[in-house]
């Protein structure tokens, strides 16, 4: 069977400096994979996503990058973290064949940057 | 582009009463919709999902969805809530913009609360 995990569970850095969130997908090949933000314990906001290594497409203009160095693996990173950036960060992955599309979440990671 | 709006942030139901969590869908094209909720901390978990056929869909703890074409909308509802059922919920749409992954965009979530 598929599982995801995501670490750290919490994190709390100081502003500026880097951040690495990793996540891992297991039990299939060529996932799709997504990076959320959730701000406050509400809506989520598409970060980043990708169809396959090396590709990564940007949603939206901010202070984090993404890198997908092996086919099931997706790291969420910043070179100097912003007090904005605080937030529930959750990975997921969906299956390469749409017909079954269903997103799998991580179990979340809570940064706070002070 | 695809969205859902969600117009309640809180929906408040007595235990053992129907429940309804409502979504309203913006899209171009059919639409491929979707329930999600969460726990506290915790990632979201799928529910149901409606792509074609019936409009009533059944999925997970109970909860089914009613998808209504001409009000655009896909309401979310339960006959019997249970103390359980407390959590965050989230409408999504698939945008077909992307044709080669499943970029799928989230309402603002509700928050159900079941009283005993």
């Known amino acids: 069977s598929q599982t995801i995990h995501q670490w750290p569970a919490t994190l709390v850095q100081p502003v500026g400096s880097p951040l690495s969130l990793e996540c891992t997908v297991e039990g299939t090949s060529n996932p799709n994979l997504y990076w959320y933000r959730q701000a406050a314990g509400r809506g989520l906001q598409l970060l980043f996503y990708s169809v396959g290594i090396g590709q990564i497409s940007s949603e939206v203009p901010q202070n984090l990058s993404a890198s997908r160095p092996q086919d099931r693996q997706f790291i969420l990173s910043s070179k100097k973290l912003l007090l904005s950036d605080s937030g529930f960060y959750l990975c997921?992955?969906?299956?390469?064949?749409?017909?079954?599309?269903?997103?799998?979440f991580g179990s979340g990671t809570q940064l706070s940057v002070l | 582009a695809q969205s859902v709006a969600q117009p309640e942030d809180q929906v408040n139901v007595a235990e053992g009463n129907p429940l309804t969590v409502k979504c309203t869908y913006s899209?171009?094209?059919?639409?491929?919709l979707f329930w999600y909720v969460q726990y506290p901390n915790r990632g979201l978990q799928f529910l149901l999902k409606?792509?074609?056929?019936?409009?009533l869909v059944k999925g997970s703890y109970g909860f089914e969805a009613e998808f209504n074409k001409s009000q655009t909308s896909f309401h979310l509802k339960k006959p019997s809530a249970l103390v359980s059922d407390s959590a965050l919920y989230f409408c999504a749409v698939r945008d077909l913009g992307y044709s080669s992954a499943s970029k799928i965009i989230f309402g603002s979530g509700t928050r159900l609360s079941i009283r005993p």
């Open positions: 997921a992955w969906s299956p390469p064949d749409r017909r079954n599309e269903k997103l799998f």
């Open positions: 899209v171009s094209g059919n639409p491929y």
């Open positions: 409606y792509i074609t056929g019936d409009n």
